[in-house]
């Protein structure tokens, strides 16, 4: 399977990103060949509907969890409807999540926040 996780960076110990649809990258793991691939989401760049790109970028790419902060309704039925399973962070770094999801230890999620909860920039201002 293959586990999609929102990061800041480009690295397994890079802090995890809690925006989804404006996210810098995805890092997906595959637990089959204990892989790690990291690549750019296309909706960062949207002017709209980054949730919706975000997340049909990872229906396309096959991907079966994904390890974020929230997601908003749009992306949510994207995703839900790719058949993709939605789980809280917990904080941690990428590899740190990864070993919490393989534990059962994340809380999925099943509610999206209100539409342009990504909008803010870190430090919660629009």
């Known amino acids: 399977m293959k586990i999609a996780i929102t990061s800041v960076t480009k690295d397994k110990e890079s802090t995890i990103d809690e925006r989804f649809g404006r996210c810098n990258y995805f890092t997906i793991y595959d637990t ?11 909706g960062v760049t949207s002017a709209q509907g980054a949730g919706i790109a975000a997340g049909q970028q990872l229906v396309d790419c096959a991907v079966g969890a994904l390890i974020t902060g929230y997601v908003g309704p749009n992306a ?51």
Do not use: T, W
């Open 32 to 42: 089959e060949n204990k892989s790690f691939e990291h690549v750019e989401n296309k």
């Open 76 to 126: 949510m039925r994207v995703l839900q409807s790719g058949k993709v399973d939605i789980y809280k962070c917990s904080g941690k770094s990428i590899k740190e999540e990864i070993e919490l999801f393989l534990d059962n230890k994340l809380e999925i999620i099943n509610n999206a926040v209100p539409a342009h909860s990504g909008m803010r920039n870190r430090n919660g201002r629009s």
